[in-house]
Structures are given as structure tokens and as C-alpha cells.
């Protein structure tokens, strides 16, 4: 007999899961998500379930119907639904990959390893330690939690020992990294999609402009030398390779002013540096998440149009809910698509949602977007 269509069980309930379940429902495929909190991007989805996920019976009830559990975030509780999965239920990324890649010391030394560039940097369980390793790669150096950290809360970059000190207490907490400063000319990130076999698929190389330590724009392919994007797309490759990643993950870089490459860090699930592959790639990031995770054939990469810019809609206000008045001004301009999250508390700072806008000149998408995106107003 035919099997019948899958069922997979997202751990999440934010934006991430949110465009996955999209392309999983597209294609006709059950989808189930759980979050600890009543998430609102998950809200549109019947199989949304609010729930404690650290409990072993919450956990039990909803993997049991799955034929394939994944994450939306390195943080979701993996682990514990390992722990109830039954024997034919499949769990991607598998926990051994999370576990290298959610504490950043040990991806880091993870990757060293397996021969793949990155900044130098040295674990410090003490003050002293990072006073003593900031001396010697020289200031500035970028203090990192090894843990929790997202959108650059848990970093900060200090240029004096006072500085150093005065940062410390405010992060610390289960392990630190000392980390040289990368001087970086572009900050870029590759997508790569693995299936549970090895087969890959990696997406161009995209250029990523952060604003106080957060994404702002995301352009693609990258306007940079073909030699560097060829290496950045091999050097993904390896890094996925070496944590055996299965699913889509992405690959954060530095682009070193003599053309050098340096591994940032790497994010296990789809990632905002994707975002424009819904409208923009032949296959989105979700769509060969999905792909990957069921072992099913994965996707073209290719770009539909020559270049592709997202922007990211952050709230600008403090506030509940969020309103629309700037939506229908963002959609007066031509060749965009806007994506609003569905969160309902809106924060300064906080993702909201994005733009996409595609095209063949670069100046001109760039501007649509940013027109597109400065409109919306959450
Ligand atoms: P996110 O969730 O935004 O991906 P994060 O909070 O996990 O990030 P990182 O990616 O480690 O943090 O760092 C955030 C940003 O800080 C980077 O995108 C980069 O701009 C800057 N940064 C991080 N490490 C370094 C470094 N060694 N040298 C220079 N800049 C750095
Ligand atoms: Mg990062």
C-alpha cells in the first residue's frame, strides 16, 4: 500500500515554525507544532498545542502521531522529545548535531577541529581568564556567552580592560568565550539543506548588513569577488558536514579584507539570512527544511530573478497589538512581498516581520525593499 501523507511536529511556535508549517501544509503534509507559550505566529494553524515541553507526557502526546520531529531553535527541548520519540519516529537535527552546535565554545573548538577557519577565541570560566586572554589576542575583543544568546544580546565587544570588567557581571553565567575582534569587510551567510544520507544543496552566497547586532538587510547573491563566493559556498558545505547536519542550516561568515573566510557560527534550522529564499530561490530555506528532514528530494536553489533583497520589519513602539495602517502603503509599492509574523506584542527591536523584493538591479530592489519595509510601521 501507498503510505499516507507524513506528519511532522514542529518544537516552536515563532516565525521560523510558522514558514516551515506553511510549506509543509503547501504540499499537503500534517503539520503539528508545540510551544511553551500561546506563540502568536503559530496561531493560524489548527495543529498549534500550547504546552509544557519539558514534561516527558506533554512531549509523549505529541510526538506520537509524527512520523518526523523537528526544531525551529537550537534552544527547543530536543533532548527530552528524544527521550519519548517512538522507534519509527525520526528526530532532525539529530541531538548529537544540536549538542555541537548550541553551546558556541564547543562549535567553535567543533569546527577548528574539522579544519574550518574561525576567529581565535578561548573559553574563560573566571574574569581573570578573559583579562588575561583579551591581553594577549589585544583589544578590542568580542565576550560571548557560550548559551542563550540570539540577535547579539549575550555579546558585547569592549576595548579596555575597564570595559571588560564593567561587561563581565552582566554575562557571565555558564561560560564565557573571549573571542579577537574580526575587522571584517562583509558579514555573508550560506544556506545549506543536507539530507539524512549527506546529499546537500547549498544557496548562494548572501550578504547580510547588521544594525546594532541585528540583521537589516539581507541582499543576494552577494556582490563580491566569484572566487571568495565559490569558497563560502564550500566552506558552508563543511561546516554542515562536519556537525553532520541534517535539515537547512545556516552558515554565518566573515569576509576578511584580504579575501579570507572566517566561520562565525552556524544556526541548525532556517534562518532569517533566508528568508528571501521564499519569493526569491526555486526552493525556499522551509520548503528544503521540509525535503531534508522527511529524506525526500531536495530542491533547486537557483534565484528566480537576478537578485533578491529582504528587509526586516522591526517594532518600533512598545505596544499591543500591533496595526496594519502601514500595510496596504507598503504593498503600493511595486514587486514586494511583505510578511507579518503574527507576534502580538510589539517591542523596539523586535522582529515583526520582513520584505522581499526581487529584480534585476540591485540599487533599485534594494530601494523597494527598504521603502517596502520603512512603510510597514509595527
Ligand atoms: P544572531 O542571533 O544575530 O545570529 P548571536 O547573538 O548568536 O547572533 P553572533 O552571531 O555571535 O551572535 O554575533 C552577532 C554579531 O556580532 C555578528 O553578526 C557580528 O556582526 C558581530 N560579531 C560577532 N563576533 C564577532 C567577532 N569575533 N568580531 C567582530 N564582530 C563580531
Ligand atoms: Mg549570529
Given at each position: 500500500?501507498?503510505?499516507?501523507?507524513?506528519?511532522?511536529?514542529?518544537?516552536?511556535?515563532g516565525?521560523?515554525?510558522?514558514?516551515?508549517?506553511?510549506?509543509?501544509?503547501?504540499?499537503?503534509?500534517?503539520?503539528?507544532?508545540?510551544?511553551?507559550?500561546?506563540?502568536?505566529?503559530?496561531r493560524?494553524?489548527?495543529?498549534?498545542?500550547?504546552?509544557?515541553?519539558t514534561?516527558?507526557?506533554?512531549?509523549?502526546?505529541?510526538?506520537?502521531?509524527?512520523?518526523?520531529?523537528?526544531?525551529?531553535?537550537?534552544?527547543?527541548?530536543?533532548?527530552?522529545?528524544?527521550?519519548?520519540?517512538?522507534?519509527?519516529?525520526?528526530?532532525w537535527?539529530?541531538?548529537?548535531?544540536?549538542?555541537?552546535?548550541?553551546?558556541?565554545?564547543?562549535?567553535?573548538?567543533?569546527?577548528?577541529?574539522?579544519?574550518?577557519?574561525?576567529?581565535?577565541?578561548?573559553?574563560?570560566?573566571?574574569?581573570?581568564?578573559?583579562?588575561?586572554?583579551?591581553?594577549?589576542?589585544?583589544?578590542?575583543?568580542?565576550?560571548?556567552?557560550?548559551?542563550?544568546?540570539?540577535?547579539?544580546?549575550?555579546?558585547?565587544?569592549?576595548?579596555?580592560?575597564?570595559?571588560?570588567?564593567?561587561?563581565?557581571?552582566?554575562?557571565?553565567?555558564?561560560?564565557?568565550?573571549?573571542?579577537?575582534f574580526?575587522?571584517?569587510?562583509?558579514?555573508?551567510?550560506v544556506?545549506?539543506?543536507?539530507?539524512?544520507g549527506?546529499?546537500?544543496?547549498v544557496?548562494?552566497?548572501?550578504y547580510?548588513?547588521?544594525?546594532?547586532?541585528?540583521?537589516?538587510?539581507?541582499?543576494?547573491?552577494?556582490?563580491?569577488?566569484?572566487?571568495?563566493?565559490?569558497?563560502?559556498?564550500?566552506?558552508?558545505?563543511?561546516?554542515?558536514?562536519?556537525?553532520?547536519?541534517?535539515?537547512?542550516?545556516a552558515?554565518?561568515?566573515?569576509?576578511?579584507?584580504?579575501?579570507?573566510?572566517?566561520?562565525?557560527?552556524?544556526?541548525?534550522?532556517?534562518?532569517?539570512?533566508?528568508?528571501?529564499?521564499?519569493e526569491?530561490?526555486?526552493t525556499?530555506?522551509?520548503?528544503?527544511?521540509?525535503?531534508?528532514?522527511?529524506?525526500?528530494?531536495?530542491?533547486?536553489?537557483?534565484?528566480?530573478?537576478?537578485?533578491?533583497?529582504?528587509?526586516?520589519?522591526l517594532?518600533?513602539?512598545?505596544?499591543?497589538?500591533?496595526?496594519?495602517?502601514?500595510?496596504?502603503?507598503?504593498?503600493?509599492?511595486?514587486?514586494?512581498?511583505?510578511?507579518?509574523?503574527?507576534?502580538?506584542?510589539?517591542?523596539?527591536?523586535?522582529?515583526?516581520?520582513?520584505?522581499?523584493?526581487?529584480?534585476?538591479?540591485?540599487a533599485?530592489?534594494?530601494?523597494?525593499?527598504?521603502?517596502?519595509?520603512?512603510?510597514?510601521?509595527?
Amino acid at each position: 500500500m501507498d503510505p499516507t501523507f507524513p506528519t511532522i511536529g514542529i518544537l516552536g511556535g515563532g516565525q521560523l515554525g510558522k514558514m516551515m508549517a506553511a510549506e509543509a501544509v503547501r504540499m499537503g503534509i500534517e503539520t503539528k507544532l508545540l510551544s511553551p507559550k500561546d506563540a502568536g505566529p503559530m496561531r493560524p494553524y489548527a495543529g498549534a498545542q500550547v504546552g509544557d515541553w519539558t514534561d516527558p507526557d506533554v512531549l509523549r502526546s505529541f510526538v506520537s502521531d509524527c512520523d518526523v520531529i523537528t526544531v525551529e531553535s537550537e534552544w527547543a527541548p530536543a533532548g527530552a522529545a528524544a527521550d519519548v520519540l517512538p522507534d519509527d519516529t525520526a528526530l532532525w537535527p539529530s541531538t548529537a548535531t544540536l549538542s555541537l552546535i548550541k553551546d558556541k565554545g564547543v562549535q567553535k573548538q567543533h569546527l577548528a577541529d574539522a579544519g574550518c577557519p574561525v576567529p581565535e577565541f578561548v573559553r574563560c570560566n573566571t574574569m581573570e581568564d578573559a583579562l588575561d586572554a583579551a591581553e594577549a589576542y589585544g583589544y578590542p575583543v568580542v565576550l560571548k556567552q557560550c548559551r542563550g544568546a540570539y540577535d547579539g544580546y549575550g555579546n558585547a565587544t569592549v576595548h579596555s580592560v575597564e570595559a571588560l570588567r564593567e561587561a563581565w557581571p552582566n554575562l557571565a553565567d555558564d561560560g564565557l568565550m573571549v573571542e579577537t575582534f574580526a575587522d571584517f569587510t562583509r558579514e555573508l551567510a550560506v544556506q545549506v539543506a543536507r539530507r539524512p544520507g549527506g546529499e546537500q544543496v547549498v544557496y548562494p552566497v548572501a550578504y547580510t548588513e547588521q544594525r546594532d547586532h541585528r540583521c537589516h538587510a539581507v541582499e543576494v547573491p552577494a556582490d563580491i569577488d566569484e572566487g571568495v563566493a565559490e569558497e563560502a559556498r564550500d566552506l558552508a558545505q563543511a561546516a554542515v558536514e562536519a556537525v553532520e547536519g541534517v535539515g537547512l542550516i545556516a552558515v554565518e561568515l566573515f569576509e576578511m579584507p584580504d579575501g579570507d573566510l572566517l566561520v562565525n557560527e552556524l544556526a541548525p534550522r532556517p534562518h532569517n539570512t533566508g528568508h528571501y529564499s521564499i519569493e526569491g530561490s526555486d526552493t525556499s530555506q522551509f520548503e528544503n527544511h521540509v525535503r531534508a528532514i522527511l529524506d525526500w528530494p531536495l530542491g533547486s536553489t537557483a534565484l528566480r530573478q537576478p537578485v533578491a533583497v529582504m528587509v526586516n520589519v522591526l517594532g518600533r513602539r512598545e505596544g499591543t497589538p500591533p496595526r496594519s495602517t502601514g500595510l496596504p502603503r507598503a504593498l503600493d509599492t511595486d514587486g514586494v512581498s511583505p510578511h507579518i509574523y503574527g507576534k502580538p506584542d510589539v517591542r523596539p527591536g523586535r522582529k515583526m516581520g520582513h520584505v522581499t523584493a526581487l529584480g534585476s538591479n540591485r540599487a533599485d530592489v534594494r530601494k523597494r525593499a527598504e521603502m517596502a519595509a520603512g512603510a510597514i510601521e509595527l
